[in-house]
Structures are given as structure tokens and as C-alpha cells.
């Protein structure tokens, strides 16, 4: 049988992994439009981070099976269809991610000094679409909306003394960017309460430890919460129990002119109304939030507004409120209203053969982890039908053979696994003579000439 898996962030990758090891004669072709792979794990994840991208190196022993093959700078739905893809193939799985953004829906959003969280993360990681942003960084006040970890990304980049980001993989480009930044002061700003924030503790305690930065907490914000907390669940306990604890610390009193020249800090019950233009109307100089009262109790409490609304003064705001997935041809069926394919387990209703896993599967939720324990479900529905004959495989496909030919009369020239290791080593070249892991690069033009494309 030959299977096709669309995108190779981790829940195409581990898609293919789960479907080789449990078939000895499965063929599995990833299609990726970059002209390099990893999706969310070389874009997403903070620089900071080395240790997350250790999956990689799994990943690349599935790309180097003589059972998988990778097909870079193919972007489907335009270089080739899915249902042109459903004729080459016995099985077809979309794992292309969430290539978007939720937006904020107020008055605005679009002035300069605003910018998505996806945009700025692509930004700092170098993902070639964002390699222009040029965010503004002139201003003391930076205010993040969202309660997420990508949240808490941002304000550690953001407030991170630069000798710590020197020895990671941010782009050059970005690092000169926060070299010249006057940013001092973060807010992260959320519709609902303490026991409702969506970040994990390991991000949090990284923040609260970071170096040269204080934490702001109002201890009024988390009044009466040891009791609400009792029932929680142990993840939820420890994390509030850590705020809770750090908001009630006095601050250590040090030498004069030592103390935390930075400072971040949680604002909790805020919804966000309208951000507000400068005298000029040219860019962002602060935003309006509507103060709001929570109904209900735990993940299922509702944000209502209360009425009241305060200004606070900020010349950059990031919206970290969720990424969103995108239709990808007009032949698979797209739920727009929950941002997903419909489907059950994986199989994409009403299309026989077809199957989605990862966030175009069950939204953008989750860690690399719960993208894993995603993917093996959806690789398992497609070794269920292959084996219960649901996937017809006597017809024989000719797999890349025939999509090859498409390719070639679209003007379309695929990257290999091994071009894309040439590319590797040119970051990784450029990364040792700046004494850092590696430099990326971000102009796909680049990438191909490498390579000799």
C-alpha cells in the first residue's frame, strides 16, 4: 500500500512513523511546501528550547527509512490536488497544521505596533513568511492577550537578557532586532481567572525565574482561590498553588541599582474592546479592556462583561489567542465555524481513503505529546482499513511516479531528504562560526540555491 501524509510537522512525522512500523510493506511519501521540514517544531517552539527539538532526530531516522520519502516545496491544493493525490495513492492523510490565526475582532487590530503571536514566533524562528515583520520594539509596555504558553514565549523572548539568547538558534536578524529593544515591561492579559490560565508550570516557573525580570501578581487576584482549588486536578493545584505563592513573595530587597530593571505580570478578568491610535492615528498607544465577571466554575466558566473598562498605555500588542487551520481544496470537507476537517478518528467524513491527524484534525490544542498519541490514532484507523479491505489496494498506484509527472509539467521541482540535509549543514555551518547551534536560514530563494536548485 501507498500512503501519502500532507505536511511534516510532528503529526505528519509521527503519522508516518506509526504507519511504517506497523506495516512491513507500507510505502509513505511526506509532502511539505517549505522546502524544509519539522513544521511547528523548527518554527514553533522557542529557541530556548533545544531539548524540545530532540524529536527531530526520531524523525529524521523515518525520513531515511528506504520506506519513506520526503517531498519539500510541493504545496498542495495548488502544485497538486488532493484529489490528484487520492488517484497515486491508496490513502491520503492531511497533517498540514494550522497556518493561521484567530483574530481579535475589535477596532484596531490592524494599526502598526499590533501583531499576531504566530507572526511574531515565525518571526524570532525564522519562518520565511515572517522573515519581514520588523516589529516595533521602541516602546517601554508590551501587552500580550492570552493565558498560553505561546504567551509565555513571547514574554520571555521578549524580556530575556541577551547573552542567554546568543547561544540559541533565533535568527540573527530577530536578536539584533531585541538587542535595540526598549521593551521593560510585559503584561499578559486573560478574559478568565487564575484557574483558567492554559499555560503548564514548567513554562511558568521558567519565567519566574528568569533572570533580571520580576513578577508582578496582584495577590488580590487570587483571594479565597486555596479553597476553590481543593478539588482541582494535581496539574491544576500545583500551578495555581505556584502563582498564589509568587504573587504573595515579598520582593527580595538587593543593592541599590541590582533590582529587576524588567518586569512582567499576569492580568487576569480583561477582555479586550478596542486598541487605541496615537494622537496621529499612525500606530497602537494603548488598549481598551472590558473588566468581566466569570459564571461558572473551572475550564467551563464564561468571561461576561461587567460593564466597567480600563485603558492601559502600550505601544506593542500581541495576540496570542489561537491558531487557526485553513480550508485545503475545495475536494475535502471543512468544518470553517470549529476550523477543522470533519471527521471520526481520523477518517475525513464521506471521503473513503482520506484522513486527517494533528491540529486540522482536533484544533490547535496541545503539546507535541498529545500531537503524537493523536497521530498513532489516526495511523491505526488506516492500518484498521487496510486491513479490513475498507482500502482497496489491488488496484496498484504509482505513488510519486505519477505526481512526479504533474510536478514537472507545473514547473514544480520537489527537495529530497538529502537536500534538505545539505541545508541543515549550512545552518548548522553558519550556526558554529556565531557559537550557536545553528543559523537559519530564512529565504527559501537561499535554501534552493544551496541545494542547486
Request: hydrophobic residues 40%.
Amino acid at each position: 500500500p501507498r500512503v501519502c501524509v500532507v505536511g511534516s510537522g510532528p503529526a505528519g512525522f509521527y503519522t508516518a512513523q506509526h504507519i511504517l512500523k506497523h506495516h512491513g510493506g507500507a510505502l509513505v511519501d511526506i509532502y511539505e511546501k517549505l522546502p524544509v521540514p519539522f513544521g511547528l517544531v523548527r518554527f514553533g517552539v522557542a529557541p530556548d528550547h533545544p531539548e524540545v527539538k530532540n524529536v527531530i532526530n526520531t524523525f529524521t531516522q523515518t525520513a531515511r527509512s528506504e520506506r519513506c520519502a520526503y517531498y519539500g516545496n510541493v504545496t498542495v491544493g495548488r502544485d497538486v490536488t488532493v484529489p490528484e493525490l487520492q488517484q497515486a495513492y491508496h490513502a491520503v492523510v492531511l497533517s498540514y497544521g494550522a497556518e493561521d490565526n484567530r483574530v481579535l475582532g475589535i477596532p484596531g487590530e490592524n494599526l502598526p505596533g499590533v501583531y499576531s503571536a504566530r507572526a511574531f514566533v515565525g518571526w524570532y524562528n525564522g519562518l520565511p513568511e515572517n522573515r519581514d515583520l520588523k516589529p516595533d520594539l521602541s516602546c517601554e509596555t508590551a501587552l500580550i492577550l492570552g493565558h498560553g504558553n505561546v504567551a509565555l514565549d513571547i514574554a520571555r523572548i521578549l524580556l530575556s537578557p541577551l547573552q542567554l539568547l546568543r547561544k540559541t538558534d533565533i535568527t540573527d536578524s530577530s536578536l539584533a532586532a531585541l538587542a535595540s529593544s526598549k521593551v521593560k515591561r510585559v503584561w499578559l492579559v486573560g478574559r478568565r481567572g487564575p484557574l483558567q490560565v492554559a499555560f503548564t508550570i514548567k513554562e511558568l516557573r521558567e519565567m519566574i525565574n528568569l533572570p533580571g525580570a520580576r513578577a508582578v501578581l496582584d495577590p488580590a487576584d487570587f483571594t479565597g482561590l486555596e479553597n476553590a482549588v481543593k478539588d482541582a486536578s494535581r496539574p491544576r493545584k500545583r500551578l495555581t498553588e505556584l502563582m498564589i505563592k509568587t504573587a504573595l513573595e515579598k520582593p527580595v530587597e538587593v543593592q541599590a541599582g541590582a533590582a529587576a530593571s524588567r518586569a512582567w505580570g499576569l492580568k487576569f478578568q480583561r477582555s479586550p474592546q478596542e486598541v487605541l491610535p496615537s494622537a496621529d492615528g499612525r500606530r497602537a498607544r494603548g488598549i481598551r479592556l472590558a473588566l468581566t465577571r466569570l459564571e461558572g466554575s473551572g475550564d467551563s466558566a464564561k468571561a461576561i462583561p461587567t460593564g466597567d473598562v480600563e485603558e492601559l498605555e502600550c505601544g506593542l500588542v500581541l495576540s496570542s489567542i489561537g491558531y487557526r487551520s485553513l480550508p485545503l481544496d475545495p475536494a475535502v470537507p471543512f468544518d470553517s465555524q470549529q476550523g477543522v476537517i470533519p471527521n471520526s478518528s481520523g477518517r475525513v467524513q464521506g471521503v473513503p481513503g482520506l484522513y486527517c491527524s494533528g491540529w486540522v484534525k482536533r484544533g490547535p490544542t496541545g503539546v507535541i505529546i498529545t500531537t503524537m498519541n493523536d497521530s498513532f490514532d489516526t495511523a491505526q484507523s488506516v492500518l484498521e482499513d487496510l486491513q479490513g479491505g475498507v482500502l482497496d489496494i489491488s488496484p496498484s498506484r504509482e505513488g510519486f511516479g505519477v505526481v512526479e509527472s504533474i510536478l514537472r509539467s507545473r514547473g514544480v521541482r520537489p527537495v529530497s531528504f538529502s537536500d534538505w540535509e545539505k541545508i541543515d549543514a549550512a545552518e548548522v555551518a553558519r550556526g558554529k562560526a556565531a557559537g550557536k547551534p545553528r543559523e537559519k536560514i530564512v529565504d527559501p530563494a537561499e535554501m534552493l540555491r544551496i541545494i542547486g536548485h
